[in-house]
């Protein structure tokens, strides 16, 4: 059974930093893998989507690494601002329908 | 740019009530999905759509039954809410399985 995990659970900054959230996976079959943010009271956007050919995808400020291998994702924040704050979400498909498992996320504060 | 369009966004129920959630996307998706998301949990799939006529089981049903109306429409239905049905309830879509998949805003329901 797969299963994901993000740490760390939350994370705080000051704005301006560059930083790095981590999505760890069990099973290395995977299709893909999507970034999520969640805003509070609010659905989930995506960020970016790493086929599983694919080493890395950016866009804008973000850029997602996926090393099937070693079963990891991250993804990369860079010059952070306070509209970052969120929490972030990977998912990652592994066969049918119903096998996307997502992570509980890593709440981000980035405070001004 | 609609996307995915859920309603309502809060409900209260009381035990024994019965509900049905409304989810449509303007995408011309083929598949679509009921998620339910709980603190300290990923999101858990109640059912999904892999195409428009057919409906299948995800990883929590029991309580739920859904209807795909259409290709834009597919609906959540609580017969005989519990508590434990206490949740925010996510409508998702994408082009077919392992793609890219697209959220909506979430309905909150409070089970009493």
């Known amino acids: 059974k797969q299963e994901v995990t993000q740490i760390p659970a939350a994370l705080s900054v000051p704005e301006g930093e560059n930083l790095v959230l981590n999505c760890s996976f069990t099973?290395?079959?995977?299709?893909?893998l999507q970034w999520f943010r969640q805003d509070p009271g609010k659905g989930l956007t995506s960020l970016l989507l790493?086929?599983?050919?694919?080493r890395e995808q950016t866009s804008g400020r973000l850029n997602a690494s996926l090393d099937k291998s070693s079963g990891r994702s991250t993804l990369y924040i860079a010059a952070s601002q306070p509209g970052d704050s969120a929490t972030y979400l990977c998912?990652?498909?592994?066969?049918?329908?119903?096998?996307?498992?997502f992570g509980i996320g890593t709440k981000l504060q980035v405070i001004p | 740019n609609a996307g995915v369009t859920q309603t309502p966004k809060f409900q209260v129920l009381k035990t024994g009530q019965s509900m049905t959630l409304q989810c449509a996307q303007d995408?011309?998706?083929?598949?679509m999905y009921w998620y339910r998301q709980d603190p300290g949990m990923g999101l858990r799939l109640i059912y999904y759509?892999?195409?428009?006529?057919?409906?299948d089981k995800g990883e929590v049903p029991n309580g739920y039954n859904v209807s795909r109306l259409n290709k834009r429409e597919f609906s959540l239905r609580l017969e005989s809410a519990a508590p434990s049905q206490t949740s925010v309830y996510f409508c998702?879509?994408?082009?077919?399985?392992?793609?890219?998949?697209?959220f909506g805003q979430g309905t909150r329901l409070t089970v009493v």
């Open positions: 998702a879509s994408t082009v077919e399985r392992n793609t890219e998949a697209f």
């Open positions: 099973d290395s079959a995977i299709y893909n």
């Open positions: 790493i086929q599983s050919s694919q």
């Open positions: 998912a990652v498909p592994s066969g049918g329908y119903q096998k996307v498992t």
């Open positions: 995408m011309n998706h083929n598949s």
């Open positions: 759509s892999a195409s428009e006529g057919t409906t």
